[in-house]
């Protein structure tokens, strides 16, 4: 049997009201998923009172309930999976073509975690610019919207995502996978949505997450992160 035989992905997403948008990402991934690669699909539920838990059934995904709260919904998951390569997804996000055959690769020549470049679905120069960057390996670089990979077995070492973190999770979480080991940086591109800085104002939401990024940096813990981002950010 070869290598990439015994490697399967649970692709895990978590979601909150998301019946406009989780119906075209399972289409997609229903559409273009190799089923050598993807053992299931599972969507944690924070809770939604829209029809996301429905459409995720409709579309013949695992269904997942948890409390809200990523950092908590998709360490959930994680208990439901039983892949052997774990691969957060945003409900707005959209993975390349093939991507489950090179996450399968990556994992094979050795590169236990990872992620891919990511573009906005936004002609705006500066989400341009930002999506440009995510090229460059340097945890500065990262989030969640350019979706993430790793083994269980680096998962379990890493201890998962820390719960105390209602927003910045992906961010603390990556931080500490480039600490524990290489992180793989694939040259295809995700593409995600830019609602949030629709709603909000591109340059006002850029000037934000800097904000925060600055004041982690400076030693903020999380709930001073998370009081900044409610005050600020429309969600």
Excluded at 6 to 15: A, E, N
Excluded at 55 to 66: D, M, N, R
Excluded at 129 to 140: C, D
Aim: glycine share 8%; net charge positive; aromatic share 12%.
């Amino acid at each position: 049997m070869h290598q990439n035989d015994s490697l399967k992905i649970s692709i895990i997403i978590p979601v909150l009201n998301e019946a406009e948008h989780i119906a075209h990402v399972l289409k997609y991934l229903n559409d273009i998923c190799n089923k050598d690669h993807v053992k299931e699909i599972i969507i944690v539920d924070g809770g939604s009172t829209d029809n996301t838990p429905a459409i995720a059934k409709e579309f013949g995904a695992t269904l997942v309930h948890s409390e809200k709260g990523r950092a908590k919904q998709m360490n959930k998951g994680t208990k439901k999976a039983t892949g052997s390569i774990f691969y957060f997804l945003h409900a707005d996000t959209f993975p390349p073509k093939d991507f489950d055959t090179h996450i399968v690769n990556a994992v094979a020549f050795g590169n236990p975690a990872g992620c891919f470049r990511m573009k906005f679905d936004s002609n705006s120069w500066l989400l341009r610019a930002s999506g440009w960057l995510t090229r460059i390996n340097i945890k500065v670089c990262r989030g969640g919207d350019q979706s993430l990979f790793i083994t269980k077995k680096l998962w379990e070492r890493s201890e998962g995502y820390n719960e105390s973190y209602i927003i910045y999770e992906d961010t603390e979480f990556i931080g500490r996978l480039y600490k524990l080991g290489d992180f793989k940086v694939l040259p295809q591109t995700v593409l995600t949505s830019a609602r949030k800085y629709n709603k909000n104002g591109t340059i006002r939401l850029q000037y934000h997450f800097g904000v925060i990024h600055f004041i982690k940096l400076m030693g903020a813990g999380p709930e001073r992160l998370y009081r900044y981002y409610k005050k600020n950010i429309l969600t």
